[in-house]
């Protein structure tokens, strides 16, 4: 949970550092950070609900608990906001903070639970690579 509410808060960040006139903030790159959390919504539902299906629970609260964990976006982001027109002169160091909670969280849970037992793995790397792709060329057009 520290880590959705990590990438939400620096998705607040974003938006936080264009309404503070930081030079090198824009509007553009606060707005591919919000898709690319918005396109990222998918699977992270998705790895809440799996589980939770596999335990034995019903559809219904499988989605409502995926629906829950998205429930700080709203909360993180303005927090985010509010922190980055208060703190400027940290920001680059609190930034690493999500970014490592992020990493962390791909490397130790979702790259290993990808793998486990899938039977075509390749379709995974092409996955993750098509996404990493996707938020690349997001960066580039828009940040």
């Known amino acids: 949970?520290?880590?959705?509410?990590?990438?939400?808060?620096?998705?607040?960040?974003?938006f936080g550092a264009v309404a503070a006139d930081l030079p090198s903030a824009t509007i553009g790159g606060a707005i591919a950070l919000a898709l690319g959390?918005?396109?990222?919504?998918?699977?992270?539902?998705?790895a809440v609900s799996m589980?939770?299906?596999?335990?034995?629970?019903?559809?219904?609260?499988?989605?409502?608990?995926?629906q829950a964990s998205g429930m700080v976006e709203p909360v993180a982001g303005v927090l985010g906001a509010l922190f980055v027109m208060n703190m400027l002169s940290i920001l680059p160091y609190a930034l690493c903070f999500p970014a490592g909670a992020m990493i962390f969280v791909v490397v130790e849970?979702?790259?290993p639970e990808s793998q486990r037992e899938f039977k075509?793995?390749?379709?995974?790397?092409?996955?993750?690579?098509?996404?990493?792709?996707?938020m690349m060329i997001l960066d580039v057009a828009l940040g």
């Open 51 to 66: 589980p939770l299906r596999r335990e034995g629970l019903s559809t219904t609260k499988n989605f409502l608990y995926g």
């Open 109 to 111: 849970g979702l790259i």
């Open 37 to 46: 959390i918005g396109i990222q919504n998918f699977p992270e539902g998705t």
């Open 120 to 134: 075509n793995i390749d379709i995974v790397t092409m996955a993750t690579m098509s996404g990493f792709t996707v």
């Open 1 to 14: 949970m520290h880590a959705i509410f990590a990438r939400k808060e620096r998705g607040g960040v974003a």
